[in-house]
């Protein structure tokens, strides 16, 4: 099986910074794209922001210039920093990676278990 583990969010003031990261482990030959998503209660999750294996990049408009993605293909890690953090960015983050398991032909996606992040005052 694969696991995805999230860290570092929690609460910060308006303007402030948090970096999340995300460690995948378990049974993986091939990690291809990862992601990191944001939900807020009872609406869909949506895409922040995705980086390929070779640190191609995409971001959401509204994180453009503030969110920086980056992964660490030695460590199976992915991470976030969030500069700048707006209330209006007071979401659960989830990761997320497209993985090829070792005796398999098929990549899937996996999710981790989510990481509150609170910009407040």
């Known amino acids: 099986q694969v696991q995805l583990v999230e860290s570092g969010g929690g609460l910060v003031q308006p303007g402030g910074s948090l970096r999340l990261s995300c460690a995948a482990s378990g049974s993986i030959f091939r990690i291809n794209d990862m992601g990191w998503y944001r939900q807020a209660p009872g609406k869909q999750r949506e895409l922040v922001a995705v980086?390929?294996?070779?640190?191609?990049?995409n971001y959401a408009d509204s994180v453009k210039g503030r969110f920086t993605i980056s992964r660490d293909n030695a460590k199976n890690t992915v991470y976030l920093q969030m500069n700048s953090l707006k209330p209006e960015d007071t979401y659960v983050y989830y990761c997320n990676a497209n993985v090829l398991r070792y005796g398999t032909v098929y990549s899937y996606s996996y999710w981790g278990q989510g990481t509150q992040v609170t910009v407040s005052s």
């Open positions: 980086i390929t294996t070779g640190g191609s990049t």
